[in-house]
């Protein structure tokens, strides 16, 4: 059964600087990992999307990375803004029937 | 157009109450999504319409009832829901149909929060 998590639930920092995210998921034969933002109330927006045969994937100021084999996948916020306040989700599809989601981090950054 | 709208942004209904949710997106995507997501938790996916015939149905309630009108059309039909019932409801679509679509990029709508009492 595929389980995702997310660490840390909860991350502020101070505006400029450089910020790691982490999404863990529990079955490695994955087909690729979607990363996305969601504000306070609002639908989620799609950041970036990984296939399981890259390592990584970049979109502005984020990258994404993934390691396959150890379950893991990084996003990587360079010189992060107040307007990167935001839920950030990682998800997954599974058996060609689900979407399993992380939990979510809740980033704050403080101008 | 490059996005999925939902109607209404905000819904308050009574036990009894029969309502419908609409979710509409102009992009020729093949597949669109009902999702669920109760306060602080991740999006649950509900049902998936898949070239306008529903492909996956999450052992949801009968209380929901999901329906595709047209390819860019989504509505989800609600009768005698719940308290627990009261979440943000999303729609997505995504470009591929078939079993490619959970794999494709996901379009979010803005979701309706649903209040049930």
């Known amino acids: 059964k595929q389980e995702v998590t997310q660490i840390p639930a909860a991350l502020s920092v101070p505006e400029g600087e450089n910020l790691v995210l982490n999404c863990s998921f529990t079955d490695s034969a994955i087909y690729n990992l979607q990363w996305f933002r969601q504000d306070p109330g609002k639908g989620l927006t799609s950041l970036l999307l990984i296939q399981s045969s890259q390592r990584e994937q970049t979109s502005g100021r984020l990258n994404a990375s993934l390691d396959k084999s150890s379950g893991r996948s990084t996003l990587y916020i360079a010189a992060s803004q107040p307007g990167d306040s935001a839920t950030y989700l990682c998800a997954v599809p599974y058996n060609n029937n689900d979407m399993r989601f992380g939990a979510g981090t809740r980033l704050t950054v403080k101008p | 157009d490059t996005e999925v709208t939902q109607t209404p942004k905000h819904l308050v209904m009574g036990m009894t109450n029969k309502k419908s949710l609409k979710c509409e997106q102009h992009?020729?995507?093949?597949?669109m999504y009902w999702y669920k997501q109760k306060a602080k938790k991740p999006p649950e996916l509900m049902f998936v319409y898949s070239y306008e015939k529903l492909s996956i149905n999450e052992s949801v309630p009968s209380r929901f009832s999901p329906e595709c009108p047209n390819s860019s059309l989504l509505n989800l039909h609600l009768h005698a829901l719940q308290p627990e019932d009261s979440a943000l409801y999303l729609c997505a679509s995504s470009r591929r149909g078939g079993g490619g679509g959970l794999t494709d990029t996901q379009y979010f709508g803005p979701g309706t929060r649903l209040t049930v009492l």
């Open positions: 992009m020729g995507h093949r597949a």
